[in-house]
Each structure stands twice: as C-alpha cells, then as structure tokens.
C-alpha cells in the first residue's frame, strides 16, 4: 500500500520558537493532504487541509498565521508552527488520499510536539 | 452536517472472544467508510476501507459490514487476541474531496 513519512516523529522546542513538521508521500503523488492534531484520549481534529500550489484551507478555530501549511510539490507538505506555546504541544499526524478510487487515506505516523 | 458515534466508548473483553464495534453517522450519502486501529502513542493504520457500493470488506480476522441505509457499520474481530488491543476509530467521506468525518474512537482492551 501507499506510505506516508512524517518528519520528525518526535520534537521538543522551547517556547517563542518555530517548528517544521515535513509530510511526505513516499511513492505516490498527493495533490491534497490533510493534517490533523490529536490531544491524549481524543480523536483526531482535522486543522487543514493542504492543497499543492495554492492556499490550504483551514478549518474553523485553527490560526493559519500560527499553523503555516505549505505543499510545495505533490509529494511533500510542511507544516510550521510558528512561536509554539506549551498549549501547541499536541500529537500532530497527516494524510494523503491514493488519488484512485475509492480515495483511500493514507496516514503518516504522527509527529509528537512538545514546547517546554 | 454528518456526525459519527462509536459505540461503546470503551471495551474489555478477555482473549478468544469474538466482538463487535458499532459506527453510526447521521448522512447515508457517504462515498466511503473506513476503520482504523490506533495504539497509544502512534498514527493511526488502516484496517478496512468499504465504498459506498459495497456490503462488506474481509481482512484475515476481520470483517467490516455497511448499512448505508440504516447508517451504520460494524467491525467484527474475530477470535480476540492480547495484540488487538488498541483504538479503533471510524471515519466517513461524504464526497470525493476526500476530507474525513470522524468517530471518537473505541478502546479496546483484550485480557489475556
């Protein structure tokens, strides 16, 4: 099946500063990809939705000056979040459909963000 | 608006039984429905995905039925085992923009 990376799978930042989240389909082109965040015990929220050469789309509530989305070819889409808070800290994963029918979702396997 | 409700929020359940979790959503015009298993701490890896034209999807000892009518679904495990233990959560998508509703997810305890 499709794969999905997400790099880096864990980091820790200090407060104030900024953190790149890259997603990555690995052997298939993905003209959108979704990212969501996740807290303990919840299920997943959908934040953005990443669309290659144009704006992403953000959902109600997400800051798009704070959550930088940019899916700068088919395979890649980055993720920053710029002047984390320890709030931000949060488990951050991201998705890609196939592209065929029936637009199975791919998921990375999570970036987990810790802001001390 | 669609929304989907896994029932129950939690189960325990001890080894070499068969279960079954429940997903419901509001809109019966879905374009797919697929189930996925989380443990603690990872991404989420896709069990079974069942298209809006189909009845059910097999999986080794997993079965995943559709009723878009009724709106619902249920996932079936066959034979429980320690290493099913995990999250599964439940998501539909409504049209081809492949954007994902999801289920709170149910946790799934099996004793050895």
């Known amino acids: 099946g499709a794969v999905v990376s997400q790099h880096p799978s864990w980091v820790i930042c200090k407060s104030g500063t900024s953190v790149k989240i890259e997603c990555r389909s690995l052997d298939f082109q993905a003209t959108t990809m979704f990212w969501y965040r996740q807290f303990p015990k919840q299920s997943l929220m959908l934040m953005a939705t990443?669309?290659?050469?144009?704006?992403?789309?953000?959902e109600q509530g997400v800051e798009k000056d704070k959550f930088l989305i940019n899916h700068a070819s088919l395979t890649l889409s980055t993720l920053t979040v710029t002047s984390a808070h320890p709030e931000d800290s949060s488990f951050y994963i991201c998705?890609?459909?196939?592209?065929?029918?029936?637009?199975?979702?791919?998921f990375g396997p999570g970036t987990r963000l810790t802001v001390t | 608006k669609q929304e989907v409700t896994q029932i129950p929020a939690a189960l325990s359940v001890p080894e070499g039984e068969n279960l079954v979790l429940n997903c419901s959503f509001t809109d019966s015009a879905i374009y797919n429905l697929q189930w996925f298993r989380q443990d603690p701490g990872k991404g989420l890896t896709s069990l079974l995905l069942i298209q809006s034209s189909q009845r059910e999807q097999t999986s080794g000892r997993l079965n995943a039925s559709l009723d878009k009518s009724s709106g619902r679904s249920t996932l079936y495990i066959a034979a429980s085992q320690p290493g099913d233990s995990a999250t599964y959560l439940c998501?539909?998508?409504?049209?081809?923009?492949?954007?994902?509703?999801w289920g709170a997810g149910t946790k799934l305890i099996i004793k050895p």
């Open positions: 998705s890609a459909p196939s592209g065929d029918t029936p637009y199975e979702q791919y």
């Open positions: 998501a539909v998508s409504t049209d081809s923009n492949y954007q994902l509703i």
């Open positions: 990443s669309n290659e050469g144009s704006k992403a789309t953000y």
